[in-house]
């Protein structure tokens, strides 16, 4: 059983430019959450994806959009990149059956920006 | 809206000492609770969960119990291995009406380091 899956592991961007992470989630899930983690700090919600919707968003600005394929795979695109978005980003997922509100990640992506 | 407090870390502690960090949160209703584990260089592990008051979450020594009118969601563990060395989160979420729940929200972390 697959879990959560993310790539690329690791990349290197310069200010202005974009990006686009993927995540594939656990098998059996069908909502996807992502999250920022800067060094040293908790994970901060950027927003949640379910049936291709965006259904939850963190306090994060317009840059960063996402989208949710009809396979529940996900993406997560960050615009105009600047120094601070360097951080390691997760994608987790769930289940949107009977479950008690659990994450499962991945290991995730971990973005510089130079 | 929800919160974590959890206590700064590091903590450093010699193997086979008690283990406790502490967390405390702030929530509407009745929230579930976690504590999730991110080891070197990997994502977030769920450790152990409990989601109504006085459960108490068990999993590899370690143990967390709800407790309302505190609060408060302590981990222990009763003698700390090497391998034990990680960060540590507490983290709570809610379920929204009329299903679903919300976004989880994540203590800063402690990271634990146990020496032999």
């Known amino acids: 059983d697959a879990g959560v899956t993310q790539s690329p592991t690791h990349l290197i961007k310069t200010r202005g430019q974009q990006v686009t992470l993927r995540c594939s989630p656990k098998?059996?899930?069908?909502?996807v959450s992502w999250y920022q983690q800067a060094l040293g700090q908790g994970p901060q919600f950027i927003f949640q994806?379910?049936?291709?919707?965006?259904?939850q968003r963190g306090n994060f600005p317009d840059r960063f959009s996402g989208h949710q394929f009809p396979n529940y795979s996900s993406e997560l695109n960050v615009n105009a990149l600047w120094l601070g978005d360097s951080a390691l980003y997760l994608c987790?997922?769930?289940?949107?059956?009977?479950?008690?509100?659990?994450?499962?990640f991945g290991e995730g992506s971990r973005l510089t920006v130079l | 809206g929800n919160s974590v407090t959890q206590m700064e870390g590091p903590v450093t502690l010699s193997e086979e000492a008690f283990l406790t960090i502490n967390c405390t949160y702030t929530?509407?209703?009745?929230?579930?609770l976690f504590w999730y584990v991110q080891y070197p260089g990997e994502g977030l592990q769920l450790l152990l969960k409990?989601?109504?008051?006085?459960d108490k979450g068990s999993n590899k020594g370690f143990e967390a119990t709800y407790r309302k009118e505190t609060t408060s969601f302590h981990l222990e563990k009763g003698s700390v291995q090497v391998s034990d060395s990680a960060v540590y989160f507490c983290a709570l979420t809610a379920r929204l009406q009329p299903g679903g729940y919300q976004k989880v929200t994540f203590g800063t972390g402690t990271k634990l380091q146990v020496i032999p």
């Open positions: 409990a989601t109504k008051a006085d």
């Open positions: 994806y379910y049936e291709e919707e965006e259904r």
């Open positions: 098998s059996g899930h069908d909502t």
């Open positions: 929530a509407t209703g009745y929230p579930s």
């Open positions: 987790a997922s769930s289940a949107a059956g009977p479950n008690t509100g659990e994450l499962f």
